[in-house]
T-cell receptor
Framework: DTEVTQTPKHLVMGMTNKKSLKCEQH?????MYWYKQKAKKPPELMFV???????INESVPSRFSPECPNSSLLNLHLHALQPEDSALYLC?????????FGQGTRLTVV | AQSVSQHNHHVILSEAASLELGCNYS??????LFWYVQYPGQHLQLLLK??????LVKGIKGFEAEFIKSKFSFNLRKPSVQWSDTAEYFC????????????FGPGTRLSVLP
């Protein structure tokens, strides 16, 4: 199984809503990532978890809150987002070498 | 700090033309190198990767890339493109070591005309 599964695939939320994005992998990878990708732009790193501990936070606003409850799961909690936060949110996992990316959650903030 | 540059923002080719997309990186150490493709509306897919050994690597769909260490380059090539190759192509680097993040280039949009 070389899949990274993200849910939901699409999400529309209001600026006062609280929602969560979920990411799951069963490859035994101990590094997991959240990226944000705007249209026609490269993915931008948001967070890196290594052995379930947050190791990199790329100065992401506090309205984005990551969580790694165990080695297979990665969540991104969203609260009070802005319309400019609308983007494709990608999760990835790696074990020292290549990364496997999920299909992403396309988020629209209205 | 790591950085990746890609030579072209948008490349337009006719079917059967040859393709070369340039990628250069800056990093103070050993890296792994990757090319990802993103078809319209789809997720990132790995085209090919270089870890060590033969600097000419072959990937899926007839793509290949050459790592030239002295030039810090990892250019992507395909002898004959097809309309279905229309996509965004991202070069990426990753430092060696656990938890290192992937740094992506700005991307090159390839449009293949039928």
């Amino acid at each position: 199984d070389t899949e990274v599964t993200q849910t939901p695939k699409h999400l529309v939320m209001g600026m006062t809503n609280k929602k969560s994005l979920k990411c799951e992998q069963h490859m035994g990878h101990r590094a997991m990532y959240w990226y944000k990708q705007k249209a026609k732009k490269p993915p931008e790193l948001m967070f890196v978890y290594s052995y379930e501990k947050l190791s990199i936070n790329e100065s992401v606003p506090s309205r984005f809150s990551p969580e790694c409850p165990n080695s297979s799961l990665l969540n991104l909690h969203l609260h009070a987002l802005q319309p400019e936060d609308s983007a494709l949110y990608l999760c990835a996992s790696s074990q020292n070498r290549e990364a496997f990316f999920g299909q992403g959650t396309r988020l629209t903030v209205v | 700090a790591q950085s990746v540059s890609q030579h072209n923002h948008h490349v337009i080719l006719s079917e059967a033309a040859s393709l070369e997309l340039g990628c250069n990186y800056s990093y103070g150490g050993t890296v792994n190198l990757f090319w990802y493709v993103q078809y319209p509306g789809q997720h990132l897919q790995l085209l090919l990767k270089y870890f060590s050994g033969d600097p000419l690597v072959k990937g899926i769909k007839g793509f290949e890339a050459e790592f030239i260490k002295s030039k810090f380059s990892f250019n992507l090539r395909k002898p004959s493109v097809q309309w279905s190759d229309t996509a965004e192509y991202f070069c990426a680097v990753r430092g060696i070591g656990y938890g290192q993040n992937f740094v992506f280039g700005p991307g090159t949009r390839l449009s293949v005309l039928p």
